[in-house]
Nanobody, 127 residues
Framework: QVQLVESGGGLVQAGGSLRLSCAAS????????MGWFRQAPGKEREFVAA????????YYADSVKGRFTISRDNAKSTMYLQMSSLKPEDTAVYYC????????????????????WGQGTQVTVSS
C-alpha cells in the first residue's frame, strides 16, 4: 500500500512561483512512475505532468510546458512540481498519483492508469 501526501500549495500572485511536494510512504516508491493532476472548480481532473520511475523521462501538458518542472528524489521517496510564471488559470487542487504498473516504460498521462492518490493541495493564483 502506498500513501501519498502533498504539500506546498498556497496563494500566490500571477507570475509567481510555488513548489509542490509529494511524500510517499512504502518501500516501492522508486519502482513506479508518478504524476501530477489538477482539478479546478467545475472542471474535470486534468493531467499536468508525469515522471518515469527512474526520473529519466518527463511529460507535460501543453498548458504548463516551459513553466512547470517535475522531478523526484527516490532516496527521499518524494516527488516535486516546481511551478513558475503562474497564471490565474493554474488555480486548482493539485493531486499527486502513483502509477499502477511497476517500471512502466512510459509514464501514463491519463488518470485511469494511476492507482494511488494523495488528498490534494490547493493552489490559488491571484491576478
Amino acid at each position: 500500500q502506498v500513501q501519498l501526501v502533498e504539500s506546498g500549495g498556497g496563494l500566490v500572485q500571477a507570475g509567481g512561483s510555488l513548489r509542490l511536494s509529494c511524500a510517499a510512504s512504502g518501500p516501492t516508491f522508486s519502482n513506479y512512475a508518478m504524476g501530477w493532476f489538477r482539478q479546478a472548480p467545475g472542471k474535470e481532473r486534468e493531467f499536468v505532468a508525469a515522471i518515469s520511475w527512474n526520473g529519466g523521462s518527463a511529460y507535460y501538458a501543453d498548458s504548463v510546458k516551459g513553466r512547470f518542472t517535475i522531478s523526484r528524489d527516490n532516496a527521499k521517496s518524494t516527488m516535486y512540481l516546481q511551478m513558475s510564471s503562474l497564471k490565474p488559470e493554474d488555480t486548482a487542487v493539485y493531486y499527486c498519483a502513483a502509477d499502477s504498473i511497476a517500471r512502466a516504460r512510459v509514464p501514463a498521462t491519463t488518470s485511469n492508469r494511476y492507482k494511488y492518490w494523495g488528498q490534494g493541495t490547493q493552489v490559488t493564483v491571484s491576478s
